[in-house]
């Protein structure tokens, strides 16, 4: 199987005041094109930490992370941000939808910036049916409950057929019977199209579905 990405000996440390806070200590990991990969551990043990830095959201102090075989540590914000938008798709606990846009342009902004809006909104409409909700398209976020919005959030990432998505407990803030829906649309959305997905959960149950399953634990993978 073909890598997608590679990270080496990942460092991540807060510091708060006097308090040292040793998160990542050391982390290697290859994710292979096309896996779901399972991301557990305890409350506090580092699962989010972890995803943004192999996301690149958050730079670790040490360490080197390889995308496709390219450096993506040594990229300018500039370069790291139009990286970003070509290649990764997130999806986060909290949905982070804007209120001011309705759905459909929800799902098409990762677009908006580089091709025509009218192409974009074409393919938003096409993800928000896949995930059962074109008939909402022109309602605003709010106006949705908490599973149908982390389903917009869901079409949104993969607006751009990202390479790889990372999920940071997706189903977190949902009851069990409305996260298994999301899950199912997350899975089959990912599975059909052979993306590589990076999901963090605290849930045995939904780690299970992942085709491999990580455990994080005093700043270590095991
Ligand atoms: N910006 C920050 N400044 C200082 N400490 C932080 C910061 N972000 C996270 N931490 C600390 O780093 C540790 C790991 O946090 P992280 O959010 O990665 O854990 P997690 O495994 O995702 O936890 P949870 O399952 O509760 O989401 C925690 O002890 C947390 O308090
Ligand atoms: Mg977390």
Do not use: W
């Not at 982390?27 to 690149?56: D, R």
């Not at 974009?120 to 074109?134: C, D, F, I, T, Y």
């Amino acid at each position: 199987m073909e890598q997608i990405l590679k990270a080496t000996g990942l460092q991540r440390i807060y510091k708060v005041g006097k308090t040292t806070l040793n998160v990542l200590k050391g982390i290697s990991l290859e994710v292979n094109q096309g896996e779901t990969l399972a991301i557990m551990g305890e409350s506090g043990s580092g699962k989010s930490t972890l995803l943004h830095v192999l996301g690149g959201l958050d730079n670790p102090k040490s360490g080197k992370i390889e995308f496709k075989g390219q450096s993506v540590y040594n990229m300018s914000a500039a370069k790291l941000a139009r990286f970003r938008s070509r290649n990764v798709g997130y999806v986060f606990q909290s949905f982070h939808l804007l209120p001011e846009l309705d759905i459909v342009e929800n799902v098409a902004l990762p677009a908006m910036a580089t091709g025509s809006r009218k192409a974009a909104k074409l393919r938003a409409m096409e993800l928000l049916n896949e995930v059962g909700l074109s008939e909402r398209a022109g309602h605003r976020p709010q106006e949705l409950s908490g599973g149908e919005q982390q389903r917009v959030a869901i079409a949104r990432a993969l607006m751009n057929e990202p390479d790889i998505i990372f999920a940071d407990e997706p189903t977190g803030n949902l009851d069990s019977r409305t996260g298994e829906k999301v899950l199912n649309y997350l899975f089959q959305l990912v599975e059909a199209r052979g993306h590589t997905l990076v999901l963090v959960t605290h849930s045995k149950e939904v780690a299970s579905r992942c085709s491999r399953e990580l455990f994080l634990k005093d700043g270590l993978l095991i």
